[in-house]
């Protein structure tokens, strides 16, 4: 072997022996961040596009995605917690923060993103991001409830507007209903259920807008047996004794004209113009929740929230993370999350989102839910520690009197006396 | 160590691997489960001693228990009510067919198939205004029921597609009895002037007392621990009437994090069905265990 063999044989050892060496160093000083959400692939893809573009300017930072069904993501952070194998960050409904507060498994965020936080997200949103006075993450998608009615069945009835109050909604409601042979209701003048949120939230819709929260300010007893609660459930009733829904008919009819009207969430927009691709705008309207004369009128708003777990160790770079995606990169951009959110029709809670979102918030469909909540009508879902609990016992006690078989009032005597020991555990 | 001898150590080696797999999968879960019952966890934090706190609640605060173990029994009972007669009558048919074969394949198939898929054709087969049955039920002038958004039907409509379900399984039994009956004794009948009738009810039937014992206490047990056709089908509703127990600790414990309230919910279900089962075994003893073994 000659000389310059020898020297060039040491020095690709070399080489190779420091290039070995230094990869340990290298993965070392990589830090991973784990985020788990709830969003399927085709939602997601602008924010894993940020995810890439974070990594490039953040060399030793790289970015896992975890995509979790809905139905299943509390479920996964339980079991995660359990095996040690947590996700660094969360997208989580605003329900489950009580639960994962008092198990001490969020991390209460710098004091400078707080009040980065405060400072540039609408009141409701922080109210939903917030237990106990604290804040615990970074305001996400936003759901509101609104009146969602078919303009349609409507006008071929002879009416041209949606209805303003319950009375009127009986009305139109009643005038438009269809029956089979066999006496079914095909179109019903409106429809609620069948699942927790289709019966519950239109419930708490209605009690918001006609003046009476469902519990009071500090969730240690219900409003249900106040004479508004049992005037919602009575008038709710009444389409049922009527004939104008019955309990074969639900909101997810709605799409196919199965009913006339229905209140739902603005994150359902996606799905009906999925369906109703012919004439969207001139079939599909919104309108505030209908209530009585003297009533202030308004809605209930349930929120997303980004969070960060508290056995992280990467916790600093974790709230980086979340307030550069949160952050549009120029005025009158969206950030990240918002361009996720504008992909998928949603609302949020960030005031410059929400600005940069422009034209998409102000057509006929976004314009009654961005009211709502810029007029501050739009009020938080109770944040109670057992809240899906205590939903899934009001759902039973709703749907009983629909059915017939309890009284408005006992209904909700009998919804109350079980939730209040809840409440008291 | 004179213990310590291959006659000794060879059956055990053999075993471990069934020892250890109950161990991990069964002994286990069920110690900790009975441990947690008398705890308050979440899952997410260490577990907090609580007595029988959570029995206490679940007997005499929750009326939504005692609301889905009357739904569990009722549809445990019903399934056992239609499920095994109506196995008993398809076996019984199948056994005097030419092609058994080919009718066993086919009640067979609802087993094996995904109970998401069952849940979702049933659905579009019980639908209040378009369903196959209401249709069909128009055609002859008749009402169509609202067979899952009535609170008073859909029980028995969650339990009439789990018969049909189970009913390819309870009619291989059935027929696995009736194939260990010894023709000697049909022949003997017949000779001695039995019609049909009598030779089902006097020799058929007590001779499967065996078969139908155990499809009472394997159909009563799955009964009551079933809960993934509500949750796919009905989710418990309309109005909770098809919330079962199993069901409602599902719930307690994955959605509302009460892992020590629904094990011990777990455990008086436990009690309950061992009770049960016990009535069971003694009402059908004579000729009825012995016999099965």
């Known amino acids: 072997m000659s000389l310059n063999s020898k020297v060039l044989l040491h020095s690709i050892s070399a080489v190779a022996l420091s290039a070995a060496l230094a990869v340990p160093a290298i993965a070392q000083d990589t830090k991973t961040i784990t985020i788990a959400t709830h969003y399927n692939q085709e939602n997601i893809e602008p924010i894993l596009a940020c995810y890439t573009e974070y990594e490039a300017s953040h060399p030793g930072i790289k970015i896992e995605s975890q995509q979790v069904s809905y139905a299943d993501f509390l479920q996964t952070i339980v079991t995660s917690r359990v095996g040690g194998t947590s996700p660094d960050i969360y997208n989580i409904y605003s329900i489950w923060a009580p639960q994962l507060v008092k198990a001490q498994a969020l991390a209460v965020p710098p004091a400078d993103i707080t009040d980065w936080i405060k400072a540039n997200y609408a009141e409701g949103t922080v109210g939903a991001a917030t237990i106990g006075g604290q804040v615990y993450g970074i305001p996400t998608e936003l759901s509101v409830y609104q009146l969602v009615y078919n303009k349609k069945i409507l006008a071929e009835a002879g009416f041209d507007h949606p209805p303003a109050t319950w009375a009127e909604l009986e009305e139109m409601g009643a005038a438009v209903v269809k029956k089979n042979d066999q006496g079914v209701i095909t179109t019903a003048g409106f429809a609620f259920g069948p699942t927790v949120a289709n019966a519950v939230h239109p419930f708490y819709a209605l009690m918001y807008a006609n003046g009476t929260p469902p519990f009071n300010a500090d969730y240690t007893a219900t409003n249900l047996t106040s004479p508004t609660a049992i005037k919602v459930l009575t008038d709710m009733v009444e389409l049922y004794q009527k004939g104008i829904t019955s309990v074969g008919n639900e909101v997810g009819q709605f799409v196919a004209g199965g009913s006339a009207m229905a209140i739902m969430a603005n994150w359902q927009e996606g799905g009906l113009k999925a369906a109703i691709t012919d004439d969207f705008d001139n079939t599909v309207g919104v309108a505030p929740i209908p209530h009585d004369a003297g009533t202030p009128g308004g809605t209930m708003l ?94 039973t006690y709703i749907e009983q009197a629909w059915a017939g078989t309890l009284t408005p009032t006992d209904a909700l005597t009998a919804a109350d006396a079980e939730i209040q020991a809840v409440l008291e555990e | 160590m004179r213990w310590l001898n291959t006659r000794t150590i060879t059956p055990l080696l053999f075993m471990a691997p069934v020892l250890v797999f109950a ?41 939504q228990f005692y609301r889905t173990l009357v739904n569990t029994f009722v549809f445990a009972g019903g399934t056992i009510a239609i499920g095994i007669p109506l196995a008993l009558v398809v076996a019984y ?20 198939t995904n109970i998401v898929a069952v849940a979702f054709i ?172």
């Not at chain 1, 929120?303 to 952050?327: G, H, I, M, R």
């Not at chain 2, 005097?96 to 609802?110: D, E, N």
């Open chain 1, 302 to 395: 349930y929120s997303f929230l980004w969070a960060v777990d508290s056995t992280s160790d990467v916790q600093p770079e974790a709230w980086e993370l979340l307030k550069w995606l949160n952050t549009p990169a120029a005025d009158g951009t969206l950030s990240c999350t918002g361009a996720m959110l504008n992909g998928m029709g949603a609302l949020t809670g960030s005031t410059a989102d929400t600005a940069a979102m422009g034209d998409s918030l102000t057509d006929a469909f976004s314009t009654p839910y961005v009211e709502a909540v810029a007029s501050g009508l739009a009020l938080t879902q109770p944040n109670n520690l057992q809240e899906a609990q205590i939903e899934r016992i009001l759902r």
């Open chain 2, 23 to 63: 161990i991990v999968f069964f002994f286990l879960p069920v110690g900790f489960s009975l441990y947690i019952s008398f705890h308050k966890w979440d899952s997410l934090s260490p577990p907090e001693f609580y007595g029988f706190t959570n029995y206490v609640y679940l007997l005499s605060k929750d009326p």
């Open chain 2, 93 to 112: 048919s199948f056994s005097q067919s030419r092609f058994q074969t080919v009718w066993r394949s086919i009640y067979w198939l609802p087993m094996i």
């Open chain 2, 122 to 293: 049933w659905k579009f087969v019980l639908n209040d205004a378009y369903g196959m049955l209401n249709r069909g039920l128009a055609l002859v002038g008749l009402p169509g029921p609202g067979w899952l958004t009535n609170p008073s039907l859909s029980m028995f409509s969650v339990i009439m597609v789990f018969v049909w379900m189970q009913l390819g399984h309870n009619m291989l039994l059935v027929s696995a009895g009736l194939q260990s009956i010894d023709d000697t004794y049909y022949e003997a009948a017949r000779i001695d002037g039995a019609h049909s009738g009598n030779i089902f009810w006097d020799i058929t039937l007590p001779l499967l007392k065996p078969t139908i014992l155990f499809l009472l206490i394997t159909n009563f047990i799955t009964g009551i621990s079933y809960f993934a056709l509500m949750m796919v089908l009905t989710e418990g509703g309309p109005a909770g009437s098809t919330n079962v127990t199993s069901l409602y600790m599902y719930n307690m414990a994955f959605s509302d994090l009460r892992l020590g309230r629904a094990s011990a919910a777990a455990y008086i279900l436990f009690a309950l069905i061992f009770i049960v089962t016990l009535i069971q075994l003694r009402l059908f003893r004579r000729g009825g265990v012995e016999a099965h073994n």
